[in-house]
């Protein structure tokens, strides 16, 4: 994370006085508007009373005066961090499909999704991994302020829907990698994260280290789905590509998809998506690896 020394280089990173700052830290808590977005594959845009809150996920956007703010934080600071070359999610030039690559060829895969990751997220998190990415405690307290929203528990948490969210979701992330490779040290794994999505293969069984995966996850303060948690072989879906022994394929949902009446450029689009998996799978190991190299930020000037 680029090193900022001071308020007055945080303003200037940020384009605002110092009692701008002030003035944002104090009301960003509150400064967002929401709405409710169902989530992929639960039907129409119906979210009445008969809809659970497992089928939908509320957005929190800054309002106009906090996103210019947000975004400026996310591309002069956080987009700074060097992260674990599996932590890709939401990540420039990286897609669902990249993150399916890295586990190509392995036999024994793991798989798990964290529960309501975002409202997971607390200020107390957001604060401690600022620190361990080098930030000064001064500096992270003003940022937690600034990237945190209260939340129906009067609890400051990550919104989903800011700027900021997905990148510290990805440092939150890249702590709970840390934590698997100690696990796993004895593995051979590849370790990749998808916003919520973690994934873990080998060609060896690694199915006694999975109460250590579950413990390590634990630590970071996250909470994985157990209904979204399984360990098989040779075979699973991973972030919406199936994976075998032959290679990657569309799933199941993508090709019902495709065999359902839509618009053309609705059926172009994916049509392309499934082409996209054909070459993905035509890699070779060495070019798995090279689509999953981190590309590296250069940090702004002060």
């Known amino acids: 994370m680029i090193q900022v020394k001071s308020k007055g280089h945080l303003c200037r990173l940020l384009e605002v006085s110092s009692e701008q700052l002030d003035i944002m830290c104090f009301i960003a808590p509150t400064a ?4 409710k977005q169902l989530k992929a594959g639960k039907g129409k845009q119906d979210l009445g009373e008969g809809r659970s809150k ?3 996920r509320l957005i929190n956007a800054p309002n106009d005066r906090l996103m210019p703010i947000q975004t400026r934080i996310n591309e002069r600071i956080l987009k700074t961090c060097a992260l ?3 932590v890709i999610g939401g990540v420039k030039g990286y897609s669902n499909i990249d993150n399916a690559i890295a586990h ?3 036999t024994f895969i793991f798989k798990t999704d964290i529960e309501r990751y975002y409202d997971s997220i607390s200020i107390n998190m957001v604060e401690s991994i600022f620190l361990k990415f080098g930030c000064r405690r001064q500096i992270a307290r003003i940022l937690c302020k600034l990237v945190t929203k209260q939340d129906e528990k009067q609890q400051l948490v990550v919104p989903q829907g800011a700027p900021t969210s997905s990148s510290i979701a990805n440092m939150i992330m890249s702590q709970v990698v840390k934590e698997l490779e100690v696990v796993l040290s004895e593995y051979d794994c590849v370790i990749t994260a998808w916003i919520d ?3 873990i293969s ?3 069984d690694f199915r006694e280290a999975i109460p250590g995966i579950i413990g390590a996850i634990r630590r970071v303060g996250l909470k994985i789905s157990r209904p979204k948690t399984c360990y098989r072989k040779n075979s699973m879906e991973i972030t919406g590509v199936f994976m075998c022994p032959t290679g990657l394929g569309p799933s199941v949902k993508t090709l019902n998809k495709l065999a359902s009446p839509r618009s053309p450029q609705s059926q172009k689009g994916l049509e392309s998506y499934v082409k996209r998996i054909a070459v993905a799978s035509g890699k070779t190991k060495a070019e798995k690896h090279k689509a999953m190299r981190r ?5 702004p000037k002060p």
Not at 32 to 35: A, D, E, P, V
Not at 295 to 299: L, N, T
């Open 84 to 86: 674990p070359k599996g």
């Open 54 to 56: 497992s089928e939908y």
């Open 197 to 199: 999505d973690i994934t």
């Open 202 to 204: 080998s060609n060896e």
């Open 32 to 35: 967002y508007h929401s709405w």
């Open 295 to 299: 590309k590296k930020h250069s940090p």
């Open 104 to 106: 190509k060829g392995n």
